[in-house]
């Protein structure tokens, strides 16, 4: 049973620079000299692009629900066979969601640490502490960790209202050195911030000196062990859409593809990179068309190949920014509308607010397959829905999955490893 110092980070919810102290904490143990896997409760693209970046290691889903219990002691006992230390962030606040991170915290036995941006606060910074401690019998926290403090006054007066028994492991100024910029869907991407190592390293040099850096105690994982998946896609290969524009990408949904024996190529549509000649099958994954609509619109050559796919009747899987790159325009934030590739009929407009969020879960005749949606467009298009997904906790009516030709098409962002069955048989271009 391998063993690995471990440490879920949290906070009393979201903005409170839980990505900035996780990414921090992995460039300081890295520089040191130490293997770090970080891991990212929930759905998540943005904040992993950053971790990664941070730990020099792609970073890895853990949710209970979308990923799976079995799933998740997996990927906890791989990580603490080979590296020295496992950092997981959480999602949102402590005890939101369902699961929480906290469901995670209690079933893998992590210690956690909450993160607290405490500007415009002092002596309520305690009670935030206390509630977060024993909200939940069973939670232990390694300590707290104080974000955003603005003054050496200011500091005593949150050391001074700590409750007793709760370790202090240090602070952060609000310092613009180490901040991380954001947009619509949260965090701007890692290759979209150009001194960004220069901004984990002030982040990682703010931690020298501080108790947050001695490492926590090891833990033991087991995993089940399960049967080796079927080569049921050995002899294709599939090209895989990946730039700005098209980077939602779950590593574990591509390692999936290989698992089964695909063999992957990349290409990128923003530099008007055709689709590999070898292709069988397609990956358009979610990301930021809307902005990059205007260079999307003048990729003539990945357009022609794109086209040159569908009307050949090779399988194409879009997800999100990938279906709306896939419509016949698509109207942008500042009021302009571009034509796209026009595989599908219909157009997306962007929207100032957000216009669907949350888990969803997938059930057709091949099982169910778990994932979520988070988009801030809407369509509209004459397409009749193929599947219609929901969301897991209150039934209610999820994204259309459309299937047009050899397309399949979705808002929904899925996690694959979660019916490997019926992703092959997408990319094999079967219909149900």
């Given at each position: 049973?391998?063993?690995?110092?471990?440490?879920?980070?949290?906070?009393?919810?979201?903005?409170h620079?839980?990505?900035?102290?996780?990414?921090?904490?992995?460039?300081?143990?890295?520089r040191?000299?130490?293997?770090v896997?970080v891991?990212?409760?929930?759905?998540?693209?943005?904040?992993?692009?950053?971790?990664?970046?941070?730990?020099?290691?792609?970073?890895?889903?853990?949710?209970?629900w979308?990923?799976?219990?079995?799933?998740?002691?997996?990927?906890?006992?791989?990580?603490?066979?080979?590296?020295?230390?496992?950092?997981?962030?959480?999602?949102?606040?402590?005890?939101?969601?369902?699961?929480s991170?906290?469901?995670?915290?209690?079933?893998?036995?992590?210690p956690?640490?909450?993160?607290?941006?405490?500007?415009?606060?002092?002596?309520?910074?305690g009670?935030?502490v206390?509630?977060?401690?024993?909200?939940?019998?069973?939670?232990?926290?390694?300590?707290?960790?104080?974000?955003?403090?603005?003054?050496?006054?200011h500091?005593?007066?949150?050391q001074?209202?700590l409750?007793?028994?709760?370790?202090?492991?240090?602070?952060?100024?609000?310092?613009?050195?180490?901040?991380?910029?954001?947009?619509?869907?949260?965090?701007?991407?890692?290759g979209?911030?150009?001194?960004?190592?220069?901004?984990?390293?002030?982040?990682?040099?703010?931690?020298?000196?501080?108790?947050?850096?001695?490492?926590?105690?090891?833990?033991?994982?087991?995993?089940?062990?399960?049967?080796?998946?079927?080569?049921?896609?050995?002899?294709?290969?599939?090209?895989?859409?990946?730039?700005?524009?098209?980077?939602f990408i779950?590593?574990?949904?591509?390692?999936?593809l290989?698992?089964?024996g695909?063999?992957?190529?990349f290409?990128?549509?923003?530099?008007?990179?055709?689709v590999?000649?070898?292709?069988?099958?397609?990956?358009?994954?979610?990301?930021?068309?809307?902005?990059?609509?205007?260079?999307?619109?003048?990729?003539?050559?990945s357009?022609?190949?794109?086209?040159?796919?569908?009307?050949?009747g090779?399988?194409?899987?879009?997800?999100?920014?990938?279906?709306?790159?896939?419509?016949?325009?698509?109207?942008?934030?500042d009021?302009?509308?571009?034509?796209?590739?026009?595989?599908l009929?219909g157009?997306?407009?962007?929207?100032?607010?957000l216009?669907?969020?949350?888990?969803q879960?997938?059930?057709?005749?091949?099982?169910?397959?778990?994932?979520h949606?988070?988009?801030?467009?809407?369509?509209?298009?004459p397409l009749?829905?193929?599947?219609?997904?929901?969301?897991?906790?209150?039934?209610?009516?999820?994204?259309?999955?459309?299937?047009?030709?050899?397309?399949?098409?979705?808002?929904?962002h899925?996690?694959?490893?979660?019916?490997?069955?019926?992703?092959?048989?997408?990319?094999?271009?079967?219909?149900?």
């Amino acid at each position: 049973m391998p063993s690995c110092p471990a440490l879920l980070i949290t906070a009393p919810g979201s903005g409170h620079g839980k990505t900035t102290v996780t990414a921090a904490l992995a460039r300081w143990h890295r520089r040191a000299g130490r293997k770090v896997q970080v891991f990212k409760t929930g759905p998540d693209y943005l904040d992993p692009m950053v971790l990664e970046r941070a730990s020099g290691r792609p970073v890895y889903s853990l949710d209970l629900w979308m990923v799976g219990e079995e799933a998740c002691a997996r990927l906890l006992a791989a990580a603490a066979a080979e590296v020295d230390l496992i950092l997981i962030e959480g999602v949102m606040g402590l005890y939101d969601g369902q699961p929480s991170s906290a469901d995670l915290a209690l079933r893998f036995n992590l210690p956690v640490l909450p993160v607290i941006q405490c500007r415009g606060m002092a002596q309520t910074f305690g009670a935030l502490v206390y509630g977060l401690a024993h909200y939940r019998p069973g939670i232990q926290l390694l300590g707290v960790f104080a974000n955003r403090v603005g003054s050496a006054n200011h500091l005593d007066m949150l050391q001074q209202a700590l409750p007793a028994g709760i370790p202090w492991l240090g602070h952060l100024c609000g310092d613009t050195a180490y901040a991380l910029g954001e947009r619509h869907l949260g965090l701007q991407q890692a290759g979209e911030i150009d001194d960004l190592d220069t901004r984990l390293e002030a982040a990682a040099d703010a931690l020298e000196g501080l108790a947050m850096t001695t490492l926590p105690p090891p833990l033991s994982f087991s995993a089940w062990s399960t049967p080796p998946l079927p080569q049921t896609l050995a002899g294709l290969t599939i090209a895989v859409a990946r730039d700005a524009a098209f980077s939602f990408i779950y590593p574990a949904n591509l390692e999936l593809l290989q698992t089964l024996g695909a063999q992957l190529q990349f290409f990128s549509p923003l530099a008007d990179e055709a689709v590999p000649a070898s292709a069988d099958a397609l990956y358009l994954p979610g990301g930021y068309p809307e902005l990059h609509a205007g260079l999307l619109n003048q990729a003539t050559h990945s357009a022609l190949s794109i086209r040159a796919m569908a009307a050949a009747g090779k399988p194409i899987l879009a997800e999100c920014g990938g279906l709306l790159y896939l419509l016949e325009h698509l109207s942008t934030a500042d009021g302009r509308t571009h034509a796209m590739l026009g595989l599908l009929p219909g157009e997306a407009v962007m929207q100032s607010r957000l216009a669907a969020l949350g888990m969803q879960q997938l059930d057709t005749p091949m099982g169910r397959l778990r994932g979520h949606c988070f988009h801030y467009s809407r369509i509209s298009t004459p397409l009749q829905a193929r599947w219609q997904a929901s969301h897991p906790l209150r039934g209610t009516r999820g994204e259309a999955v459309y299937q047009h030709g050899s397309i399949t098409a979705s808002y929904m962002h899925g996690y694959w490893p979660s019916n490997p069955e019926l992703i092959a048989a997408i990319f094999h271009g079967r219909t149900f």
